[in-house]
Protein backbone atom coordinates (compact mmCIF):
# COMPACT_ATOMS: atom_id res chain seq x y z
CA UNK A 1 0.00 0.00 0.00
CA UNK A 2 1.22 3.72 -0.77
CA UNK A 3 0.48 6.94 -0.85
CA UNK A 4 -1.84 6.11 -3.70
CA UNK A 5 -3.90 3.69 -2.28
CA UNK A 6 -4.11 5.99 0.93
CA UNK A 7 -6.14 8.87 -0.42
CA UNK A 8 -9.42 8.69 0.48
CA UNK A 9 -8.91 5.99 3.10
CA UNK A 10 -10.91 6.51 6.40
CA UNK A 11 -9.04 5.76 9.51
CA UNK A 12 -11.78 4.93 12.46
CA UNK A 13 -9.44 2.87 14.52
CA UNK A 14 -5.24 2.69 15.57
CA UNK A 15 -3.85 0.40 17.43
CA UNK A 16 -0.07 -1.10 18.25
CA UNK A 17 0.16 -4.61 19.63
CA UNK A 18 2.80 -6.24 22.21
CA UNK A 19 4.81 -7.64 19.04
CA UNK A 20 4.39 -3.82 17.67
CA UNK A 21 2.90 -4.37 14.61
CA UNK A 22 -0.31 -1.37 13.86
CA UNK A 23 -3.76 -2.65 13.14
CA UNK A 24 -6.03 -0.22 11.21
CA UNK A 25 -9.85 0.07 10.95
CA UNK A 26 -10.71 1.54 8.09
CA UNK A 27 -13.99 2.07 5.56
CA UNK A 28 -11.93 -0.56 3.43
CA UNK A 29 -11.15 -2.90 5.49
CA UNK A 30 -8.51 -3.84 8.73
CA UNK A 31 -5.33 -3.61 7.96
CA UNK A 32 -1.79 -4.69 9.57
CA UNK A 33 0.88 -2.80 9.33
CA UNK A 34 4.12 -4.42 10.40
CA UNK A 35 6.78 -1.31 9.60
CA UNK A 36 7.99 -2.62 6.39
CA UNK A 37 4.33 -3.29 4.77
CA UNK A 38 0.45 -3.14 5.01
CA UNK A 39 -1.59 -6.42 4.97
CA UNK A 40 -5.31 -6.30 4.46
CA UNK A 41 -6.72 -8.57 6.82
CA UNK A 42 -9.92 -10.61 5.02
CA UNK A 43 -12.50 -13.13 6.71
CA UNK A 44 -14.27 -15.81 4.51
CA UNK A 45 -17.38 -15.51 4.89
CA UNK A 46 -17.11 -11.25 5.90
CA UNK A 47 -19.40 -9.17 3.96
CA UNK A 48 -17.15 -6.79 1.75
Do not use: P
Not at 28 to 43: H, Q, S
Amino acid sequence: MDEKELSGVDAYSIFQDDERDYWFATNNGLYKYDCFEFERITVEHAKE
